[in-house]
């Protein structure tokens, strides 16, 4: 039988629902989001217009921040603080890809934590560690959603996360360890990596890699989240799953376009509010 695919969209549109209700219980007092961007990035282009929609649906205000492709670190730092300072501004976000010179550890570091609507200060990644943060990573709390949304309780599964990045890999390895999921992080270094996703109830993928996952990789029924994004052979975009294979195999499955994307603007929006005072 084929997978069950995990429709993000249906996911997110549910989610916006309830976030809507808490933004409207925070009252009539504007909630804002800013998003600054160094220099013009049309990838990041799309990304930003599909978070503005979403926010507006949800009632939070998002502020798009242009700067010039010269900006210094310095002058970003000095831009974050100004923000981190300002009262009417609940949440910032720096889109990426940063100019080369930037670096982003040092900007993500000068946002106020309390603003961190990326959950990826080192303070609230440090304390993802202790327990789910209430600012967790959004693409990593996106993917976690996602396979909650199965029903199964993940006490006692087996998780292989491939790939180890800061943003994904790390985090979503320690949110699933929480729930008493037995995870296994595999990397550039794991020497068989078909060894580990074949006897996985879980598979994350995140690594930026076209079709690295095959439907032969899997443990029939699995779960199979599917977070990269790649330009496909045809200008499409897919994700690092090869789909037809896996749909053949696993239990559940993501689509790309369409599964973890819309689930982190969905995140983004729901720390938004945390940060803003809602309890969501
Ligand atoms: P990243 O920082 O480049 O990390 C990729 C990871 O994959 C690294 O840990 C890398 O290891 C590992 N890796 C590389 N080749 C591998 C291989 N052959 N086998 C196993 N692991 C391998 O990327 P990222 O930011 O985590 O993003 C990963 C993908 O997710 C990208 O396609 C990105 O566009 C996508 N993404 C999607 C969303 C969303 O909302 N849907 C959000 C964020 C990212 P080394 O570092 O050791 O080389």
Redesign the pocket.
């Known amino acids: 039988m084929p997978a069950q695919i995990l429709d993000g969209k249906l996911i997110a549109q549910q989610m916006r629902l309830k976030l809507r209700v808490a933004r409207d219980g925070l009252g009539p007092c504007p909630i804002r989001l800013v998003s600054v961007e160094v220099g013009q990035n049309p990838a990041a282009a799309v990304y930003v217009r599909n978070q503005q929609r979403a926010a507006t649906e949800v009632g939070i205000e998002m502020e798009v921040r242009n700067l010039p492709v010269t900006t210094t670190e310095a002058q970003l730092v000095a831009t974050i603080a100004e923000l981190s300072g300002r009262a009417d501004v609940a949440g910032i976000l720096v889109q990426r890809p940063l100019p080369p010179g930037i670096d982003p550890r040092t900007v993500q570091s000068a946002i106020d934590p309390a603003k961190d609507v990326e959950g990826m200060h080192p303070a609230n990644m440090g304390a993802i560690l202790y327990r789910e943060p209430s600012l967790p990573p ?2 990593a709390a ?1 993917a976690q959603q996602l396979i909650l949304a199965t029903g199964r309780d993940l006490r006692g599964t087996e998780t292989v996360v ?8 790390k985090p979503i390895a320690i949110l699933l360890l929480h729930r008493l999921s037995t995870v296994t992080v ?5 020497k068989h ?1 078909i060894e580990h996703t074949r006897r996985a109830d879980i598979v994350v993928v ?4 076209a079709g ?1 996952v095959h439907g032969d990789m899997l443990k029939p029924g699995a779960c199979v989240i599917d ?4 330009q496909g052979a045809d200008g499409r975009i897919v994700g ?1 799953v090869d789909f037809a294979s896996c749909r053949e195999v696993a239990g559940f499955l993501t689509p ?1 376009p369409g ?3 819309p689930v ?1 603007v969905a995140m983004l929006l729901r720390n938004t509010l945390r940060a803003a005072g809602a309890t969501v």
């Open positions: 959004c693409t996106a491939v790939g180890h990045s800061e943003i994904v890999g595999c990397h550039i270094g794991t990596l995140a690594v930026g890699k690295l977070v990269g994004i790649n690092d790309v599964g973890v994307g982190t």
